[in-house]
């Protein structure tokens, strides 16, 4: 124990702790000079040794003992600066992390991603604005860009209110199809008709999640194709033509998958109906509709040589 302990009595004496002892200090063989520790500074400077203390005077009056000098503790933290190089602050001195995302890369790719992402939001913007031109109500713009305005949107993007007020779909409607088949001994043949609604719909059944095509792709291609069309079929508009080969390469490209014009033939002609039937009313509605059939027959459409392997050349 240090000599100059506050709670030593060798300190402040059996009187009590600040009152100096009377009683002379007693003579004794001093102890023996202990090793300096390493890191301490030698004997002589100014720094107090571990050594004994010195014989007491009384009467001298008490002396202010401050005690060990009380140990500072670890030094502080003070974040990401006392740790050079550690630190993950987003700075550029020398606590910065690597650099991560895009700021890894090198000029040119970073270049890149800009310039990709630029051309994504363009085109965002452009298909929005088309879009939003196509719903709202005739204006001026729509009237001058009208041509690019459709050209855009059909048949892919469309909007209509079919599904909702003021009257909405009450008819199923299957479209079919059959083909003339071209042999290569020169004969030909009629197949049967191809209910290709029907494949979609078993397609679709208990699939949780169907491909658009399967939903959409058929259906679409007939709206288009009755929307540019009279009930003669005749087209009707700049689109008729384009809803026209749009439908025929659907159908000869469903007629391809099932192997209709078998290992030695091609599709030379195909022909499209519609199978039109009403949905039946609930039972507690009085309304009386016929639930028969209807059936709209186009005409004979020829297909061109580089067709008639699935409906693209």
């Known amino acids: 124990m240090n000599a100059y302990d506050k709670g030593s009595d060798a300190r402040h004496g059996p009187a ?3 009152v100096p002892d009377p009683r002379p200090a007693p003579p004794g063989p001093l102890p023996p000079a202990r090793p300096p520790a390493p890191g301490t500074p030698p004997s002589g400077s100014a720094c107090p040794a571990d050594g004994p203390p010195g014989p007491h005077t009384p009467g001298t009056g ?3 003992d401050t005690g060990p000098e009380p140990d500072a503790g670890p030094e502080p933290d003070t974040g990401p600066e006392a740790h050079p190089g550690t630190g993950t602050g987003s700075g550029t001195g020398p606590s910065a992390g690597p650099p991560t995302g895009v700021a890894a890369l090198s000029t040119r790719y970073r270049i890149g991603a800009a310039v990709a992402l630029a051309v994504v939001a363009v085109g965002v913007c452009a298909h929005l604005g088309l879009t939003f031109l196509h719903v709202a109500p005739l204006n001026t713009v729509s009237k001058q860009h009208r041509e ?7 048949p892919e ?3 209509n209110w079919k599904l909702f007020a003021p009257n909405p779909l009450q008819q199923n409607i299957a479209v079919q199809v059959r083909a003339e088949i071209r042999t290569a001994d020169g004969s030909s043949r009629t197949t049967g008709w191809y209910d290709l609604s029907a494949q979609d719909g078993r397609a679709i059944d208990g699939n949780p999640a169907p491909s658009h095509t399967q939903q959409n792709e058929l ?3 007939w709206d288009f194709f009755v929307s540019t069309h009279d009930d003669d079929g005749r087209p009707v508009g700049l689109r008729g033509a384009l809803s026209e080969a749009y439908l025929r390469r659907i159908t000869v490209m469903r007629l391809d998958r099932a192997d209709a014009a078998g290992p030695d033939g091609v599709v030379a002609r195909v022909q499209v109906r519609s199978r039109t039937t009403n949905v039946p009313p609930p ?3 009085g309304e009386k509709i016929s639930t028969a059939p209807a059936y709209r027959v186009l005409p004979w459409w020829s297909v061109p040589e580089d067709e008639n392997r699935g409906g693209i050349g």
């Open 16 to 18: 009590g702790r600040g």
């Open 62 to 64: 008490p002396e202010t």
């Open 148 to 154: 690019t305005i459709e050209s855009w949107i059909y």
């Open 157 to 159: 993007f469309e909007q």
């Open 219 to 221: 259906r679409r291609a």
């Open 283 to 285: 039972d507690w509605s």
